[in-house]
């Protein structure tokens, strides 16, 4: 499969650990990058490579993988967390650039 | 700083014509891949083409490959796409974002503020 398959919504309670996790053949061999976008910004990159941050983004972000999946972790989630989250990598012909379906997160 | 601006989106008709513009500012433009990426009213991220830094190198997305272009002018700092035959399909912002790669892989660390393409009769 092309594709990259994200949950369409995920919850956390304020303070705790979420997972968000992208799904896709490509992610054997491609790292993942994920990408915030709150309504009516366009997206910040948050995570890329094996696991590096861009400067300004908290050190409560992170990344990783594992066979056909990647997961960003966000430990002790804050309030201005809750927006929208894309992974990205490439598709199952490594040509064209993908997005996953995007999450949104939503902090309790 | 860093920075993308876009312009140009606007109303069009239906197998019309637009150029969009990406000025960038803050870092040196002509070391990095440039590319455009999409999102319609309440959907998703697409990535819509790439561009290499000295241009020898062009991709698109098999919705966008034929009508669109995409170039840039380093002297001018500056990033193209030229959007022919627009369908009511491509309505959507357009990004324009800096490439990072990183192995085989890549990012999009810097984005514009995107400029809005209305594609309706």
């Known amino acids: 499969s092309s594709e990259l398959t994200q949950d369409p919504a995920v919850s956390v309670a304020l303070g705790q650990t979420v997972r968000i996790t992208c799904q896709g053949d490509?992610?054997?061999?491609?790292?993942a990058s994920w990408y915030q976008q709150k309504p009516g910004q366009a997206p910040v990159l948050v995570i890329y490579g094996k696991n590096n941050r861009p400067s300004g983004i908290p050190d409560r972000f992170s990344g990783s993988s594992s066979g056909n999946t990647a997961s960003l972790t966000i430990t002790g989630a804050q309030a201005e967390d809750e927006a929208d989250y894309y992974c990205?990598?490439?598709?199952?012909?490594?040509?064209?650039?993908?997005f996953g379906g995007g999450t949104k997160l939503t902090v309790l | 700083q860093v920075q993308l601006v876009e312009s140009g989106g606007g109303l069009v008709k239906p197998g019309g014509s637009l150029r969009l513009s990406c000025a960038a500012s803050g870092f040196t433009f002509s070391d990095y891949y440039m590319s455009w990426i999409r999102q319609a009213p309440g959907k998703g991220l697409e990535w819509v083409s790439y561009?290499?830094?000295?241009?020898?190198?062009?991709n698109y997305a098999d919705s966008v490959k034929g009508r669109f272009t995409i170039s840039r002018d380093n002297a001018k700092n500056s990033l193209y796409l030229q959007m022919n035959s627009l369908r009511a399909e491509d309505t959507a912002v357009y990004y324009c974002?800096?490439?990072?790669?990183?192995?085989?892989?890549?990012?999009?660390?810097?984005w514009g503020q995107g400029t809005m393409v209305t594609v309706s009769s």
């Open positions: 974002a800096r490439a990072l790669i990183v192995g085989a892989s890549d990012a999009f660390d810097i």
């Open positions: 561009i290499s830094s000295s241009s020898s190198y062009t």
């Open positions: 490509s992610l054997r061999s491609y790292y």
């Open positions: 990205n990598s490439r598709d199952s012909s490594g040509n064209h650039p993908l």
